[in-house]
């Protein structure tokens, strides 16, 4: 069981990594790119799927 949390925790880990670049890439504001930072940070899995449904879209590809 032990494998599978951290799997998840290394997935996640990724995520986060990912939503962090895209957002510093993206032409939001430096005031929104800290206060999105820091929510990813704090909450990470949250922060994350927040960020993925609401966050800035500037490198996400959008269709």
């Known amino acids: 069981m032990m494998e599978v949390s951290g799997l998840g925790a290394l997935i996640l880990l990724v995520?986060?990594?990912?939503?962090?670049?895209?957002?510093?890439q993206s032409p939001a504001t430096t005031g929104k790119k800290v206060l999105w930072v820091l929510f990813i940070l704090i909450l990470p899995l949250i922060g994350f799927?927040?960020?993925?449904?609401?966050g800035?879209?500037?490198?996400?590809?959008t269709v």
Do not use: H, K, M
Request: overall charge positive; charged content about 15%; aromatic content about 14%.
């Open 15 to 24: 995520l986060d990594v990912w939503a962090i670049v895209s957002v510093l």
């Open 49 to 54: 799927l927040v960020w993925l449904f609401a």
């Open 56 to 61: 800035p879209r500037g490198t996400r590809g």
